[in-house]
């Protein structure tokens, strides 16, 4: 009896998911047909794939090498599924998208609704991770990162750029008063990232004409963390304008030093594996990523 492409999703979800009963929320099943489907394709291989504790799930040698091929049966599939819908002038499936939070609730959640309409059997699933992340090991198809790229193995396509500004609110410096220069910075309350420690390079030159890297009174992982302090009038902080946009606009956040300030500006990329066989879903994602922020400068 031949192994069903319904026995090996369930593998791989049981895999990914870690447990049987994550594989069913995600596949939409019972509990019981994953175990039945499990047991059906190990009597199938007449193997153990999968060696079940009280506490885990653990993959047996056999279970690693089938596991491969099975990763590699459903890729076919999908690329053979999405070769019919680009026939049709119409992408469809999972497409799974990794951004920073900021970047995700700035740019990405208010493009979402015209994407939809344009393509809309393509199922997005949206996640943020502050840091940079593997794409194979999160299960990710298209990720978009902001400043230089590392990871050669990555194709980039770029989609934007956007400047970033020193700020403060208008409530922390009618309390604190508006500094001159970053020279009194010591004075003052800054609002910092934990790492990386390039991000607090602020586009201003020190006394010895250096780009100034401040020592931060508070630190935040998150850049939008950082925004929400800023806009409580906790300090002065330096935001990329993708995030802080609207804040400028409606003067929530002021930007301090506008002649000193360096034009400095964080690359913008999409980036998946070269190989991925989800070209025409990732395609029209990023292309529409792209025309809109064409559309809609960060900085105007």
């Known amino acids: 009896m031949k192994t069903t492409l319904d026995e090996l999703q369930a593998f791989v979800a049981v ?26 394709l190990e009597d199938k291989l007449q193997t153990t794939l999968l060696r079940r504790t009280t506490r885990r799930l653990e993959l047996t040698d056999e279970g690693a090498a089938f596991l491969h091929h099975a990763r590699a049966i459903l890729a076919s599939v999908d690329e053979a599924e999405e070769q019919m819908a680009a026939r049709r002038m119409r992408p ?38 502050e840091g940079i992340i593997d794409l194979i090991e999160k299960r990710t198809d298209v990720a978009f990162r902001i400043g230089v790229l590392k990871d050669s193995t ?11 500004r020193v700020l403060a609110s208008p409530a922390y410096l009618e309390r604190h ?28 030159r020190d006394a010895g004409g250096n780009v100034l890297r401040i020592q931060p009174t508070i630190a935040a992982s998150s850049g939008e963390t950082l925004r929400h ?72």
Do not use: K
Request: hydrophobic residues 40%.
């Open 92 to 129: 469809a499936g999972r497409l799974r998208v990794d951004a920073a939070t900021p970047f995700m609730l700035h740019v990405l959640v208010p493009l979402l609704d015209g994407f939809r309409t344009r393509y809309p059997e393509v199922e997005l699933e949206l996640n943020s991770n």
């Open 177 to 204: 008063g508006t500094p001159t220069g970053p020279d009194p910075f010591g004075q003052h309350a800054l609002l910092g990232f934990t790492q990386p420690e390039t991000l607090n390079d602020w586009p201003l």
């Open 15 to 40: 895999v990914d998911t870690g447990s049987i009963t994550a594989a069913s929320a995600h596949l939409e099943l019972t509990i019981s047909a994953i175990s039945r489907t499990l047991g059906r």
């Open 229 to 300: 302090m800023a806009l409580a009038g906790l300090g002065i902080v330096c935001l990329s304008d993708f995030m802080t946009r609207e804040d400028r606009r409606s003067g929530r956040l002021v930007p301090l030093f506008p002649e000193q300030t360096l034009d400095v500006r964080q690359s913008i990329n999409a980036v998946y594996y070269r190989n991925t066989a989800l070209a025409a879903r990732i395609t029209c994602f990023v292309d529409h990523v792209a025309e809109v922020l064409g559309q809609r400068p960060f900085d105007a």
């Open 154 to 164: 990555l194709h980039a396509r770029p989609v934007g750029t956007s400047r970033i």
